[in-house]
């Protein structure tokens, strides 16, 4: 009986090692890893990711940088990679109007985005003055950093629906609250200045 003991807490292991190590086997040569024919390119990803002196990008960053440089390899000066925001951002302005509250977005001398209002806009309707910070977008708090198409992109949506914003007002930038309704009105080409 001890022999019979044994002889299963030695060989049982070992079978259970050896099938979890087979269907491991099997399971990546299946389906493999993400980047599996790419070893160079898990190689750089990696160095950077556990070297890399500063932290690393997000991942949706790091994918977009993939397709971009993909498609830069790829060679056609005709095929190009939109990231899903400058895509959206474009297909409004092909068309000519969208629901939106009708500014304009740039950026001050710290780096903060300032509005300009659109001539009988929405936003020009709801008391927003040319050169007004725009602090927060719904849930979104800007800081210099923000990408200004992200920005333009929370701005729009569906006609009718309200948005939600926080602007600040030269010369102490305290934080307003103003709710503003989307509506659709097409691009001006020339705006009237007074």
């Excluded at 951002?89 to 710290?110: H, K, N, P």
Aim: charged share 20%; proline share 8%.
């Amino acid at each position: 009986m001890p022999i019979k003991r044994t002889f299963y807490s030695i060989i049982l292991p070992i079978v259970f090692t050896c099938l979890g190590f087979g269907i491991g086997y099997l399971v990546h040569a299946q389906w493999g890893t993400s980047f599996g024919s790419f070893p160079i390119l898990v190689q750089a990803y990696d160095i950077l990711k556990n070297h890399g002196l500063s932290d690393s990008p997000s991942s949706g960053s790091i994918e977009y940088g993939m397709i971009r440089g993909m498609v830069d390899a790829y060679g056609d000066p005709y095929t190009i990679f939109v990231e899903p925001v400058q895509h959206e951002l474009e297909t409004d302005t092909l068309q000519g109007s969208f629901g939106g509250i009708g500014v304009q977005l740039s950026r001050d001398e710290d780096g903060y985005i300032v509005l300009y209002p659109i001539y009988e806009s929405p936003a020009e309707s709801a008391g927003i003055i040319d050169g007004d910070r725009l602090l927060s977008v719904e849930d979104l708090v800007l800081i210099p950093e923000t990408d200004i198409e992200l920005v333009q992109a929370e701005l729009r949506g569906l006609v009718s629906d309200p948005v939600n914003i926080s602007i600040g007002r030269a010369p102490d930038y305290f934080p307003q609250e103003i709710k503003i309704i989307r509506s659709e009105f097409p691009l001006p080409s020339v705006t009237p200045t007074f």
